[in-house]
């Protein structure tokens, strides 16, 4: 199994990276510059370059081989309105693009709680994300014949792993979860396809692996 993760120098995307690498599968870090490939390297990755900001056809090289494509990236932060477009919605869908152009059907999104929930929108106090996010998924589902599990974790926090998580829980606004449990529950799914699903997730009390067994 042969997995790319775009957006692999991310919180997420680093522990995705090291996860599946320490599993024992083959995995390439899509980096947006080259001074990321170090990390990349160093958690047992290969670096592939993947310009978001480019066109769809220019992320297929970066597909070459692969099995499955994981959506982690983000404009983070620290950047304006304009940049969540850009690579949380429009780079969501050059990606799928790509994926399909590759002939590639596995593709795991990494979206957010309460993403297909306007009224919830406005409480977050970004709403511009959930946005690109809400529209990212429904392009996803609506737009694409690809075997696609999009994961919907609440607030994330950098705790140490739990392996437990509890899925779709209510919509109230008091859990979190670990980077590092998101990530466990993608590796999760790259072992065990969910074509078709989507999951919200939080730390919860059910080991991962029987959660996502659960779901099957």
């Given at each position: 199994?042969?997995?790319?993760?775009?957006?692999?120098?991310?919180?997420?995307?680093?522990?995705?990276?090291?996860?599946?690498?320490?599993?024992?599968?083959?995995?390439?870090?899509?980096?947006?510059?080259?001074?990321?490939?170090?990390?990349?390297e160093k958690l047992g990755g290969q670096a592939r370059m993947v310009n978001l900001m480019g066109t769809a056809d220019e992320l297929v090289p970066a597909m070459k081989d692969v099995d499955t494509v994981i959506f982690?990236?983000?404009?983070?932060?620290?950047?304006?309105?304009?940049?969540?477009?850009?690579?949380?919605?429009?780079?969501?869908?050059?990606?799928?693009?790509?994926?399909?152009?590759?002939?590639?059907?596995?593709?795991?999104?990494?979206?957010?709680?309460?993403?297909?929930?306007?009224?919830?929108?406005?409480?977050?106090?970004?709403?511009?994300?959930?946005?690109?996010?809400?529209?990212?998924?429904?392009?996803?589902?609506?737009?694409?014949?690809?075997?696609y599990t999009i994961i919907r974790p609440t607030t994330l926090t950098n705790d140490d792993p739990t392996g437990k998580i509890t899925v779709d829980p209510g919509l109230d606004g008091s859990t979190s979860i670990s980077?590092?449990?998101?990530?466990?529950?993608?590796?999760?799914?790259?072992?065990?396809?969910?074509?078709?699903?989507?999951?919200?997730?939080?730390?919860?009390?059910?080991?991962?692996?029987?959660?996502?067994?659960?779901?099957?």
């Amino acid at each position: 199994m042969t997995t790319l993760v775009i957006g692999a120098h991310g919180h997420v995307g680093q522990h995705i990276v090291q996860q599946l690498a320490d599993a024992g599968e083959t995995v390439y870090g899509g980096i947006r510059n080259a001074e990321q490939a170090a990390v990349i390297e160093k958690l047992g990755g290969q670096a592939r370059m993947v310009n978001l900001m480019g066109t769809a056809d220019e992320l297929v090289p970066a597909m070459k081989d692969v099995d499955t494509v994981i959506f982690s990236a983000g404009s983070g932060g620290s950047t304006d309105d304009d940049m969540t477009l850009n690579i949380d919605l429009d780079g969501a869908i050059k990606a799928m693009q790509a994926t399909e152009t590759a002939k590639i059907k596995r593709f795991i999104m990494v979206s957010a709680m309460g993403a297909d929930e306007r009224s919830f929108w406005d409480q977050t106090g970004i709403r511009p994300y959930y946005v690109a996010k809400h529209y990212a998924d429904q392009w996803l589902q609506h737009r694409t014949d690809l075997d696609y599990t999009i994961i919907r974790p609440t607030t994330l926090t950098n705790d140490d792993p739990t392996g437990k998580i509890t899925v779709d829980p209510g919509l109230d606004g008091s859990t979190s979860i670990s980077r590092a449990d998101v990530a466990a529950t993608i590796v999760a799914i790259v072992k065990h396809p969910l074509p078709q699903h989507i999951l919200t997730i939080v730390n919860g009390d059910t080991p991962i692996a029987d959660a996502i067994k659960a779901q099957a």
